[in-house]
């Protein structure tokens, strides 16, 4: 048997039609390989966009975490024995409202929060009476926030307010 032999005519269409070929798998090949290279771009995009919400979460998290420290500091430093109802009682008698407040104990026990609460009436006060009294309650760090402003309104003898407050605290 004889070996075929080509003419170089038929070498160069027969070279040319398997670079061609090859050019043609290169091509698509590559076509390929930018798409995936495409997709793996916006899936890092994507993961990286992920991850700064992870930071930005923790970092919200450590924040909250630090201030639930700092209120059981305060918490601590006030002392076990701190009851809503006297220092209310303390803050009346010192801006001598006795005569005209009525003080009244209401515990509000949560599941989650144990918290004492207090409701003050206080009737004809002035404008300046009653801001220095809240003030001495808020400038205690004894944690005392006003739950419900029930009633502010002139006293039925113009002599000045009358208002019904709601204050609460964390237990000890």
């Known amino acids: 048997m004889t070996k075929p032999t080509l003419s170089s005519r038929e070498k160069k269409v027969v070279l040319t039609a398997i670079a061609c070929m090859i050019g043609i798998v290169v091509y698509f090949s590559g076509i390929k390989l930018n798409q995936n290279l495409r997709a793996s771009t916006s899936q890092l995009e994507a993961a990286e966009q992920r991850l700064d919400e992870v ?18 500091d305060l918490i601590q430093a006030r002392g076990v024995r701190f009851d809503l109802y006297t220092f209310v009682d303390q803050c009346i008698r010192k801006h001598e409202l006795q005569d005209r407040a009525t003080l009244q104990s209401s515990g ?17 006060v002035n404008m300046e009476e009653l801001t220095d009294f809240l003030f001495t309650l808020y400038d205690s760090n ?3 926030a006003m739950q419900q402003l029930n009633s502010l309104r002139p006293s039925s ?8 407050i709601s204050f609460i ?3 000890g």
């Open 157 to 164: 003898n113009n002599q000045g307010l009358d208002c019904d």
């Open 55 to 72: 930071r930005q979460l923790r970092a919200v998290i450590l924040s909250e975490r630090s201030g639930h420290k700092a209120i059981q």
């Open 142 to 144: 004894n944690l005392i």
């Open 169 to 171: 605290a964390p237990k």
């Open 108 to 124: 509000s026990g949560s599941s989650k929060v144990d918290l004492s609460a207090v409701r003050i009436q206080l009737q004809n």
